[in-house]
């Protein structure tokens, strides 16, 4: 399930990714957050937790985490990933060199830095 994080700039795209993360999650809450943003602000950063009990990502989710990606390659200027999972953090920072925006990762007791950060 992914579900808005309220109460942050105009300029932010925050969500949290909670249980099993599906296509649907991607189509109905992330996407469209970042198309909305998008037709207001030539640059957005993005707020992305990932909690604990996520224990799942469907194939569909993952091919929309790419398409994203792909499709909004240049119009993010931060990307802050705030997960406890290894493989997520590991993975964003392996491939945080070909996202040409600034990339953080931290962990879950960080969120408020990682919400600081993104604003700021």
Partial sequence: MMTTIPDVPDNVVAVKATGKITREDY???LIPAIEEKLKKHAKIR???Q???DAVEFTAGAMWDDAKI???HLTAFEKIAVVSDIEWI??????FSFVIPSLVRTFGNSGFPDAKA???G
């Fill in 50 to 52: 990932i909690g604990a």
């Fill in 69 to 71: 990606g792909l499709r």
């Fill in 46 to 48: 993005l707020l992305y």
């Fill in 89 to 94: 953090t590991s993975a964003v920072k392996v």
């Fill in 27 to 29: 189509e109905e809450v």
């Fill in 117 to 119: 950060w993104v604003s």
